[in-house]
């Protein structure tokens, strides 16, 4: 998001530089643009170079002990959960995964578990 609405602003040719996973980050708001509407698609035709320092786009640290933190915190949460699942209604219970649901969906939540991953 922040990609796009620097490059609305900008009346000449751009390009972009990255560094470690700002590689993996500025692939992806790339990509995102280039398979977005037809106005980010324009915004794309006078994109011409990229510049990576020391590339994390291959893959990193970050994502790979992210996906792990991610994983082991939603295990512990359905173990925490678990034990409340006799004692709650039906309607409880599908109140709380809407709830869940709605959370993992939004906006704010697709960025910070979309950051995690790299492209590969």
Do not use: I
Not at 51 to 69: I, M, P, Y
């Amino acid at each position: 998001a922040c990609v796009e609405k620097t490059v609305k602003d900008v009346s000449t040719p751009w390009g972009w530089v990255g560094y470690s996973q700002g590689c993996a980050n500025a692939f992806r708001a790339e990509s995102m643009m280039l398979q977005g509407t037809p106005e980010q698609q324009r915004l794309m035709s006078s994109f011409r170079c990229r510049q990576l320092l020391f590339s994390a786009a291959n893959g990193s640290a970050h994502a790979t002990c992210g996906d792990w933190k991610l994983l082991r915190a939603l295990v512990d949460g359905e173990r925490f959960l678990k034990r409340f699942q006799a004692s709650m209604s039906a309607a409880t219970q599908n109140l709380a995964l809407d709830l869940l649901q709605n959370a993992l969906s939004s906006r704010l939540a697709y960025a910070v578990l979309g950051s995690v991953q790299s492209l590969t």
